[in-house]
C-alpha cells in the first residue's frame, strides 16, 4: 500500500498516532521490528502496544489527578489505547489497569483491520531522507536507529543508564526553615530576585544520620540486560557518591560553603539545594539527588531533609537504561526535529514517562501531521490542559540542560495561586475540561 506518513515502531505512541492518522483518512505503513526475527531484552511477544514493565495506567480519577485527567483528554480524542484498556480492564479500585495480552491484542486487531494502515514487520535502521515520519521507537531503540538519531541530532549518544533526581512541588517546602540564595550570591541575567536556589540547612548530627540512611536504604536491582550501559555524565547516584567516604557528599551536592543561613548567619554543616525545574516555578529539582533507592525509601528518608517534612513530590528518583532525546533543545513545538522537519517523535523517546503519557504524545503527533498534510494551521491544546502542560513541558518549557522523563503532573499546569490548597486539584481539572472542550471545537477545522 501507498503510505502517507510513516510510523517507525509499534508500541503505544506508535499505535496511537497510526489511529490517529487513519481515522482522518490518511494511509499509514505501521514498521515494527518484532515479528521480523528481531526481539528486544525487555519484550516477550511481537504484539503491538506490548505492555512491557507494568499492567497499570495508574489513576482514572479525573476530577482529583492529573493522569486521570489524562485519560478524560483521551477519550474525548477517541484512543485506540483507552478503549482497549476498556476491552481488556481489570479490578483495580480506582485505578485503571488491563489484562496485558487483552489490550496488545485488541489493539493489534483495530490497527490490522483497518483499511488504512499497513502494519509491516521489518527493523529499519536509518531515519528516513524524506516524506513524513514519526519515530516512536521508545526506551529500547534498536542500536542502528539510535545511531542515526545521534547523527542526525548531533548528540554523543542517547541510551545511558538514566539517573532521575527527585522533583518536589513547590509549595509543599517550608520556607520558614529553607531559603533562597545562590552560592555566594552570584546571579546571573534570569536569575531570582533572592537567588536560583532553595536551600535547606542540615547540622552535623541531621547529616551523619542521613548519609547513613543513604547507605542502609532499599535499592533497585539492575536488570541483567542493563548490566553493560554506562552511566549517563555527571549522574551518579548520590547513594554511589556516599558509600565513597562521610564527607564526599559534603564536597559535592551537598557543599554549604557561601550560603548562609538567615536563622544563625554561618554556613550550615551540609545543605540540600533545589533548583527551578520549569518556567512557571511550580517544581524543584533536588540538586545532584539522582538515586536508585526505592520509592518507599526515597519518601521516607528526603522527607527527614530539613524543610521537605511534608514535600510532595511530583517525581520521585529513579535509575534504569533509557533512550531519549533532548527534547527542549532538538524539537520544535510540533514534535519535529530541528533541521528535519519530515521527522517527528512520539512516545517516551521525547521525554515523557510512562504509558498513558506516551500514548498522549502519541495522539498528538498523529494531529499534528494530520494537521501539516491537510493544509491546517495546527494549534496545542492550551497548557491549562493535560495534554497542553505535557506537551509544552516537553518541547521547550523545561530546562534543556537538566531535561530528564517526566510524568503528567499538577506541577506542569499554570498555577491557581488563588485558589485554597484542598480544592486545588479539583479546580486545574475543572479549567482543564472547559479549555479543552473549546479546544476539541476548533480541531481539524482552522484553515492554514
Known amino acids: 500500500m501507498q503510505h502517507d506518513v510513516h510510523i517507525i515502531g509499534g508500541g503505544l505512541a506508535g499505535s496511537e498516532a497510526a489511529w490517529q492518522l487513519a481515522q482522518r483518512g490518511l494511509r499509514v505503513r505501521l514498521s515494527e521490528m518484532r515479528g521480523s526475527g528481531e526481539t528486544t531484552p525487555a519484550h516477550q511477544t511481537d504484539g503491538l502496544a506490548e505492555l512491557v514493565c507494568s499492567n497499570s495506567f495508574r489513576s482514572d480519577d479525573d476530577t482529583h489527578n492529573a493522569v486521570g485527567l489524562l485519560h478524560h483528554e483521551m477519550r474525548r480524542l477517541d484512543s485506540l489505547v483507552m478503549h482497549a484498556g476498556e476491552v481488556a480492564r481489570v ?23 483497518h483499511p488504512n494502515i499497513a502494519v509491516v514487520r521489518e527493523r529499519v535502521d536509518a531515519l528516513p531522507s524524506s516524506g513524513a515520519t514519526i519515530v516512536s521507537t521508545g526506551p529500547l531503540t534498536a542500536s542502528a536507529l539510535a545511531e542515526s538519531i545521534v547523527q542526525a541530532t548531533g548528540q554523543d549518544h542517547l541510551a545511558f543508564f538514566d539517573a532521575i533526581a527527585p522533583i518536589v512541588h513547590r509549595d509543599s517546602i517550608d520556607m520558614d526553615t529553607c531559603w533562597f540564595q545562590s552560592r555566594w550570591d552570584k546571579q546571573s541575567d534570569v536569575s531570582n530576585e533572592d537567588g536560583d536556589y532553595i536551600n535547606c540547612p542540615m547540622d552535623k548530627e541531621q547529616y551523619l544520620t542521613f548519609h547513613q540512611g543513604l547507605l542502609d536504604g532499599e535499592k533497585i536491582a539492575f536488570k541483567e540486560w542493563e548490566a553493560d550501559t554506562p552511566y549517563f555524565e555527571g549522574c551518579m547516584p548520590i547513594e554511589v557518591m556516599a558509600s565513597r567516604g562521610v564527607d564526599t557528599l559534603r564536597y559535592g551536592p551537598m557543599k554549604p560553603v557561601g550560603l548562609d543561613d538567615p536563622r544563625t548567619g554561618r554556613w550550615p554543616y551540609a545543605v540540600v539545594q533545589l533548583r527551578q525545574d520549569n518556567k512557571l516555578g511550580t517544581l524543584w529539582n533536588m540538586v545532584g539527588f539522582q538515586t536508585k533507592l526505592k520509592h518507599g525509601a526515597q519518601v521516607e528518608l528526603f522527607r527527614t531533609i530539613p524543610g521537605l517534612e511534608s514535600a510532595e513530590f511530583a517525581r520521585l528518583g529513579g535509575m534504569h537504561r533509557n533512550t531519549f532525546l533532548n527534547s527542549p533543545l532538538l524539537l520544535d513545538r510540533q514534535l519535529r526535529l530541528k533541521g528535519g522537519e519530515h521527522i517527528r517523535f512520539a512516545g517516551q523517546i521525547t521525554g515523557c514517562e510512562g504509558y498513558v503519557e506516551s500514548s498522549a504524545v502519541g495522539i498528538m503527533a498523529g494531529l499534528m501531521t494530520a494537521a501539516e498534510l491537510a493544509g491546517h494551521a495546527w494549534s496545542a491544546p492550551p497548557r491549562s490542559t493535560a495534554m497542553g502542560a505535557l506537551l509544552a513541558h516537553i518541547t521547550g518549557d523545561a530546562e534543556a540542560d537538566t531535561f530528564q522523563p517526566m510524568n503528567v503532573n499538577f506541577g506542569l499546569f499554570p498555577p491557581l495561586h488563588d485558589v485554597k490548597k484542598k480544592q486545588r486539584k479539583e479546580a486545574y481539572t475543572s479549567r482543564a475540561k472547559v479549555d479543552f472542550g473549546e479546544w476539541l471545537a476548533r480541531l481539524d477545522t482552522v484553515p492554514a
Do not use: I, Y
Open 91 to 113: 479490578p483495580a479500585g480506582s485505578a485503571m489497569a488491563v489484562d496485558r495480552d487483552a489490550f496488545s491484542a485488541e489493539v493489534q486487531r483495530a490497527l490490522t483491520e
